[in-house]
């Protein structure tokens, strides 16, 4: 089995990371937090647009390197647009796509722990109680059994910031697990 590739590791502590300050953002000020996220987001797609339409009109045009560089930036710019104008609108489908993302993420926990069985780690139960309790945090968020918004976006915080420390933890022991597995190969492999 080979090393987890760093980039992996960094994007994957960046993504908790990301969660724990959205759940302490969602739960600090549930009232005004939707729309700072989603002014945050708009602003992001916005500038994204922009980038993407300059480097179009920057790069010289080829037959052999056609590229929608254009129709993408004025389609990030668009949206980034839209959210900007309509945050009610995004905010009514913002708990279905972060409970998606957390639904998804769970599969990944999912997958580590299949990964510790497959290697006969005998603690493979914790990675998969942690990917249940994920995908348990994700499908609350979709069936949004909240009438409030101010009480959704507190549950939100709450949820998000389980998920983020989940994700490191998880990480953390699937990581030290395969660098075990690793050594005891490497040992094998040296006194034969």
């Known amino acids: 089995m080979r090393m987890i590739p760093k980039s992996f590791i960094r994007d994957y502590f960046l993504t908790a990371l990301v969660f724990v300050l959205l759940g302490v953002l969602f739960l600090a000020c549930p009232e005004t937090s939707g729309k700072i996220i989603c002014y945050i987001f708009g602003g992001f797609l916005c500038l994204l647009g922009l980038a993407r339409t300059i480097e179009y009109f920057m790069a010289p045009v080829t037959l052999s390197g056609y590229s929608l560089g254009l129709v ?96 490191a933890a998880a990480l953390l022991i699937f990581y030290s697990r395969i660098k075990k597995s690793l050594n005891i190969k490497e040992t094998n492999t040296s006194e034969i």
């Open 72 to 167: 993408a930036g004025l389609i990030f710019a668009g949206c980034g647009i839209f959210v900007l104008v309509r945050p009610e609108t995004i905010i009514k489908v913002l708990p279905t796509v972060l409970g998606i993302a957390i639904l998804l993420d769970s599969l990944i926990k999912l997958q580590n722990a299949a990964d510790m069985i497959k290697i006969r780690d005998k603690s493979w139960q914790y990675t998969l109680v942690m990917a249940l309790v994920t995908a348990v945090l994700g499908v609350l968020m979709i069936v949004n059994p909240f009438k409030a918004m101010e009480t959704l976006l507190q549950f939100l915080g709450i949820a998000l910031i389980a998920n983020g420390v989940i994700d």
